[in-house]
């Protein structure tokens, strides 16, 4: 990659997204950060801002397809060129393959895949005729073992590293690089420090700061060593 593009974060909550959100922002991108609402991105942006970085956050669905671009087309205008696109979108329920409807399956395949797919192609659409960029997904062991009383999350998971894939395979060689990172273990956000103290002093769960430092790396890599599958984990998870 050349000179830091924008950078553009969808998921943007109390977690990874405001992580990724600094750290890009650090590295010189201008950021945009996209969540349902601005409670959290309003925040990020006026600590980005303070520290001498460009960012703004966006309150929308990342299931509209329209929305999404506009919010595209805007920070476009207004910070130059897209060159990164992370899908941080999670969120699961977890119950027995009997106990599902049929809509808890089709809304968590919406917000987990269908919305990974409309922030994949408004960014390839805008990625190729420059002839670089990065597409990241964030994934969960899910992503490749289904487990009990995971289905809605693993089918969305599943999806999502399938499209990464295919997406790799087509477009790597246009100078696209695409990356899945599978997060495998208890994200160090301030419920998880403060429920068990013990164990973060242990570093036993996963540090949002180094998690997007991987993700932020990945992105600066050369495209003569390019990663694909990044799996990310605690010392203390087995696996």
Known sequence: ????????????????????????????????????????????????????????????????????????????????PLGVAIFNIGGRELKGFLEYEVAEVENTWRSGFLAAFIMAQAAARRMLPRGEGSIFFTGAPSSRRGMANHLTYAVAKFGVRAMAETMAREFSSQSLHIAHFTVDGGVGNDRRLKADPELAAKDGFMSMEAMAEAYYQTHLQPRSCWAFDVEMRPWNRAF
Do not use: C, N, Q, W
Request: hydrophobic share 40%.
């Open 1 to 80: 990659m050349t000179d830091p593009k924008l950078a553009l974060i969808i998921g943007v909550g109390s977690g990874l997204g405001g992580a990724l959100s600094k750290r890009f922002a650090e590295g010189g991108h201008p950021v945009a950060m996209v969540a349902r609402s601005a409670r959290h991105t309003d925040t990020y942006a006026a600590e980005i801002t303070a520290k001498g970085g460009r960012a703004k956050g966006y309150a929308a669905d990342a299931l509209d397809e329209e929305a999404l671009g506009r919010v595209i087309d805007e920070a476009e205008a207004e910070f130059g």
